[in-house]
């Protein structure tokens, strides 16, 4: 295997190993402003839904006051 030609080359001047990794963040967040992003899936919501607002029939006769106040219990 050969050796890897190196991706960041500091030409002028003897940076330190912490400039270094302050330029190559500084090169990273600037190349991730500038992608593009993935647009969100487009959901139509609940609003087409016509029964979003009416309510079921009430229950009538005995125990009907638990499926009036505690939902599920019919």
Same mark, same amino acid.
């Given at each position: 295997?050969? #050796?890897?030609? @190196? /991706?960041?080359?500091?030409?002028?001047?003897? !940076? +330190? @190993?912490?400039? +270094? &990794?302050?330029?190559? !963040?500084?090169?990273?967040?600037?190349?991730?402003?500038? &992608? #593009?992003?993935? &647009? #969100? @899936? &487009? +959901?139509?919501?609940? *609003? %087409? /839904?016509?029964?979003?607002?009416? %309510? @079921?029939?009430?229950?009538?006769? #005995?125990?009907? *006051?638990?499926?009036?106040?505690?939902?599920? +219990?019919?």
């Amino acid at each position: 295997m050969s #050796p890897r030609e @190196p /991706y960041l080359e500091i030409i002028r001047g003897d !940076a +330190t @190993p912490e400039e +270094t &990794a302050a330029l190559l !963040a500084a090169l990273l967040a600037r190349a991730s402003a500038h &992608a #593009p992003r993935e &647009a #969100p @899936p &487009a +959901t139509s919501g609940n *609003w %087409r /839904y016509a029964g979003r607002g009416i %309510r @079921p029939a009430l229950r009538h006769g #005995p125990g009907a *006051w638990r499926s009036a106040f505690l939902p599920g +219990t019919r």
